[in-house]
């Protein structure tokens, strides 16, 4: 996105993605996956977290943000 204010941008360029990103275990939060295993655990609190199984429409993703 571009433009002048965070969050109210324009679309700048759009690319086609074919291959579908596929989980094999549970969304995780708050933490990241190194060579060694677990770790880099968030310091603080996690206010609002969204999941969506696809990306989001212009229109929808305007709405989040009116609701904000």
Request: hydrophobic content about 40%; overall charge negative; proline content about 4%.
């Amino acid at each position: 996105m571009s433009g002048g204010e965070p969050g109210r941008g324009t679309v700048a360029a759009r690319a086609p993605y074919p291959h579908a990103w596929r989980a094999t275990g549970g969304l995780q939060a708050g933490r990241a996956q190194s060579a060694d295993g677990w770790g880099e655990h968030l310091r603080g609190a996690v206010d609002d977290v969204h999941a969506f199984t696809g990306a989001l429409t212009e229109q929808e993703v305007a709405l989040l943000r009116a609701a904000v």
